[in-house]
């Protein structure tokens, strides 16, 4: 069975600091892809990143950084000096390719966050 | 250029009732995946659709089925609607084969009275 774990339901941060987003996943597979998604007010997941099992490189993007360590299952999130437009539900998720993989995504519950001005 | 277009934005059923939804794909995309989100719940996956078949079903009864047209826009059915049914319903294209690049509309909200 596949899951994902966010076990951090909201987290509320001022500002500037810096804050982050923790995911554990389960899976059986060798072969798998990682995501993480934004999901604002508005509803519509945005795409943050996808990563393959096979690559365990940390990522930066701007003030985005992702920590994937395969030997503890986990594949956090960090976002550095945040800001307030950073406010919203972050998703992780996990594509086992034994499954055909592609779009059939399993999300865990969700990390509201919300940053203070 | 456009993304990917759900209608209605919210609608409100009473059980027993069926609904229809609609998503029309980002331009360039053929791959329609449709998600049932509850509130405060990560999406669930339903089903996708490639080539006007469903190539994957996830845990969902047969009340729920689906149609994908030619031109790659989708519709997901419902039929006997139960209270558990409400929820925003997210469709998220892609194009085949490129995994979980998947760009999501903005969702239909149905509510089950």
């Known amino acids: 069975a596949q899951k994902v774990t966010q076990a951090q339901t909201e987290i509320s941060v001022v500002e500037k600091e810096d804050v982050t987003l923790d995911c554990v996943y389960e899976t059986r597979d060798t072969t798998y892809y990682l995501f993480w998604y934004k999901q604002p007010p508005s509803g519509e997941l945005v795409f943050l990143i996808r990563?393959?099992?096979?690559?365990?490189q940390n990522e930066i993007s701007g003030r985005y950084s992702w920590n994937f360590q395969k030997s503890t299952s986990s594949f956090n999130f960090t976002i550095t000096a945040s800001q307030v437009v950073d406010s919203a539900v972050y998703f992780c998720a996990l594509s086992p390719l034994s499954q055909g993989g592609s779009e059939k995504l399993v999300f865990g519950k969700g990390t509201k966050l919300t940053v203070n001005p | 250029d456009a993304g990917v277009t759900q209608s209605p934005t919210h609608l409100i059923k009473t059980r027993g009732q069926q609904v229809t939804l609609r998503c029309s794909p980002k331009s360039g995309h053929d791959t329609v995946s449709w998600y049932q989100q509850a509130l405060g719940q990560g999406p669930q996956f339903i089903f996708q659709y490639y080539e006007e078949e469903e190539r994957q079903r996830g845990n969902f009864p047969d009340r729920f089925s689906g149609h994908q047209f030619p031109n790659y826009s989708s519709e997901l059915n419902v039929n006997a609607l139960l209270l558990g049914d409400s929820a925003l319903y997210l469709c998220?294209?892609?194009?085949?084969?490129?995994?979980?690049?998947?760009?999501f509309g903005e969702g239909s909200r149905l509510t089950v009275l």
């Open positions: 998220a294209s892609s194009r085949a084969y490129l995994t979980g690049e998947l760009f």
């Open positions: 990563r393959n099992s096979f690559d365990e």
